[in-house]
């Protein structure tokens, strides 16, 4: 286990680009170094916050804890006949793994193509993007509790997946690390298109029985026409969630606004295109001081090089106000605040 380190700027481990510092921090390199580090912590006395990719979150204000950093490496995978079973370490890269999976034709992930983080925090937030989500080829995931030390195995049903949800967010929250986090994937593709982003970027470039390849290259180059890179300016991807409203809301939201994006929900709710109300409220590529939203994408928010948390999060309520005062809709924040 690498050393504690004390009073750590956290600049470097967002993808906001946030100054905020922490008041300790340690670097986690394998499962074995969480059992090391347990014997040093106060839990009573001390908060702590697991910290993968920083790409779902804002620090507001410094971290007056411990922020555990993760970063436990390595894929590897079992195959059996069609079905393969593929393991990462919660530090690998996401998007790593999804190149991992689709070079060697294994199917499942390239929908999800270019999300950022790491493999970690995939099955904490049920990420997801073009009609899959993490719930769709979770097996299980291996995870240490904080409270005994002990490494607990969270297969499907254990983690009440639900729309960027689990039961890591809520019930279980803070109270454990996942360490690795095992898919379910399958060499005979069933490629999933039914956006149409995805059905437009495949016809333009005249592809007409798509490969897993085919498909990731697309949400790829769908990803980077609409979403800055958090290395040239701060964000952290889609801000807010694209809110879910029963049909009898939604009939009065349509019949108000035809136009409005929409797609189908379980359960025969509705999904509404956070990111199209945001921008009929007039904040697409909008500047307030240091922080707005991007240019091509309405649902993101970034840093324009100097903003605090505060400013961002204060953004954020000013969307929040609009498009409720306008539409009726409450749209709930995706990224962690801290």
């Known amino acids: 286990m690498s050393a504690l380190q004390q009073h750590i700027s956290l600049k470097p481990y ?3 680009g946030i100054q905020a510092h922490a008041e300790s921090f340690v670097d986690i390199q ?5 059992k090391e580090l347990l014997t040093h912590l106060d839990q009573e006395a001390q908060e702590i916050l697991v910290l ?11 971290f007056k804890g411990l922020v555990i950093k993760v970063s436990i490496p390595g894929i590897s995978c079992v195959e059996n006949g069609d079905e393969v079973m593929v393991t990462a370490g919660a530090g690998v890269v996401w998007n790593d793994l999804v190149n991992f999976c689709v070079a060697r034709g294994f199917a499942g992930l390239e929908n999800l193509t270019l999300i950022p983080g790491t493999v970690g925090a995939s099955p904490i937030q049920n990420i997801g993007a073009y009609g899959v989500e993490l719930k769709d080829v979770f097996n299980s ?3 240490f509790e904080l409270a005994t030390g002990k490494i607990v195995t969270f297969n499907h049903a254990d983690c009440k997946f639900g729309y960027r949800e689990s039961i890591f967010k809520n019930e279980l929250k803070g109270k454990y690390i996942i360490t690795s986090v095992t898919f379910k994937l399958n060499k005979q593709a069933d490629v999933n298109i039914q956006y149409g982003a995805i059905k437009n970027e495949l016809f333009e470039r005249n592809i007409k029985q798509p490969t897993i390849a085919d498909v990731s290259k697309v949400v790829a180059a769908i990803r980077v026409s609409k979403l800055p890179d958090p290395s040239t300016i701060g964000n952290a991807g889609s801000f807010f969630k694209n809110p879910v409203i029963e049909g009898k809301q939604f009939d009065e939201l349509i019949a108000k606004f035809p136009e409005v994006v929409h797609y189908p929900a379980p359960a025969g709710k509705i999904k ?3 990111g199209w109300l945001i921008e009929q409220c007039g904040f697409k590529g909008k500047i307030v001081g240091e922080t707005g939203t991007w240019k091509n994408q309405a649902l993101v928010l970034v840093n324009h090089g100097k903003a605090s948390g505060q400013e961002v999060y204060n953004f ?3 969307i929040i ?9 409450l749209l709930s924040r995706e990224v962690n605040i801290f």
């Open 52 to 62: 993968g990719g920083g790409s779902n979150m804002l620090f507001t204000k410094d």
């Open 30 to 34: 394998q499962e074995s170094d969480l």
């Open 316 to 318: 954020s309520e000013q």
């Open 321 to 329: 106000d609009s498009v409720r005062a306008k539409f009726g809709v």
């Open 272 to 274: 509404v295109a956070a």
């Open 141 to 143: 995931c291996r995870a």
């Open 14 to 16: 967002n993808t906001f």
